[in-house]
């Protein structure tokens, strides 16, 4: 796994608690939204304003366009992109509380070197990342960490998508390829992102028209483009941890370590998140390291 792979993993499971945790769930509720799809768009989306739904899809990539039409625009009718700000901090500020604890007041080194590391993050052709970096810093060190894993994930997801693009993969083919490399139910991934079992068969077929799946699943070819699409997400999002320097990179590792420990614990929605694996493969990395 590559530093820049390594150093996603860590800080998205610190970013993780932001929208499928409990306190996340009651903060969007008590904004007005109507299911917790709402609440997760209008948060994730909140940077770039109101938007329509046209540049949700757009950004967030793999979901269907129904899912995203069902939250949005109705979203800024319930509260503004501002709100929508306001209500994502408290409710992963209160998720972080509650499973990290006292452990949340001494975040000031690794607050300090993500935050250096995050001013690094590319924005030229990242509008996620571009909105987010756009935002200030909380006040308090836990927050704006939180930001700044925020900001890295954000730019990280768009060179992915622009990986994905290149690679000639459409939303619900990066889908099928993905869960077949993982060895992932589609059923799972279907529910997960709203595709319909028609829609992801006919995807499957076209995969299989490229050479990329057979009907004993992935194959040679698919691995090496589904490899190929890491490779570049992992050298286009390398930009903040060049700069921050292998050092300090690693310290920021170090400290964030025990962190992602206890919230891979805790986070039922990060266990259920196909990501637990690279979680995993990320800690016993960390743990050779140091």
């Not at 690794?110 to 590391?117: H, I």
């Not at 050092?247 to 919230?263: G, I, K, M, N, W």
Request: some cysteine; hydrophobic content about 45%; aromatic content about 6%.
């Amino acid at each position: 796994m590559t530093t820049s792979r390594t150093m996603w993993v860590l800080l998205e499971s610190y970013h993780d608690v932001t929208y499928f945790t409990p306190e996340s769930r009651a903060a969007t509720d008590s904004l007005g939204c109507k299911g917790g799809w709402m609440g997760y768009f209008g948060m994730r989306a909140a940077p770039l304003g109101a938007v329509p739904p046209e540049l949700v899809i757009s950004t967030f990539y793999n979901f269907h366009p129904w899912m995203v039409r069902r939250a949005i625009p109705d979203a800024w009718q319930v509260a503004s992109p501002k709100q929508f700000l306001a209500t994502r901090l408290a409710g992963a500020e209160a998720a972080l509380r509650r499973m990290l604890g006292d452990a949340l007041d001494t975040l000031d080194e690794a607050a300090d070197l993500a935050v250096t590391a995050a001013k690094n993050a590319p924005i030229a052709g990242r509008p996620l990342g571009a909105a987010n970096a756009a935002l200030p810093s909380p006040s308090s060190p836990a927050m704006a960490l939180w930001q700044a894993a925020t900001v890295l994930r954000e730019s990280r997801g768009d060179g992915h998508v622009a990986a994905l693009v290149a690679a000639s993969l459409d939303p619900i083919e990066t889908l099928v390829l993905f869960a077949a490399e993982r060895g992932l139910r589609p059923e799972y991934m279907r529910q997960a992102r709203g595709w319909s079992e028609e829609e992801w068969t006919a995807a499957a077929d076209r995969l299989t028209e490229r050479g990329l799946l057979s009907p004993d699943g992935i194959t040679e070819a698919g691995t090496a483009l589904r490899n190929d699409v890491e490779d570049r997400t992992d050298a286009l999002a390398s930009t903040p941890w060049d700069g921050l320097g292998p050092d300090r990179t690693d310290r920021l590792a170090e400290l964030l370590t025990p962190l992602v420990q206890s919230l891979a614990d805790q986070n039922d929605a990060m266990r259920a998140n196909p990501m637990a694996l690279d979680v995993r493969a990320a800690l016993a990395r960390a743990r050779m390291d140091t």
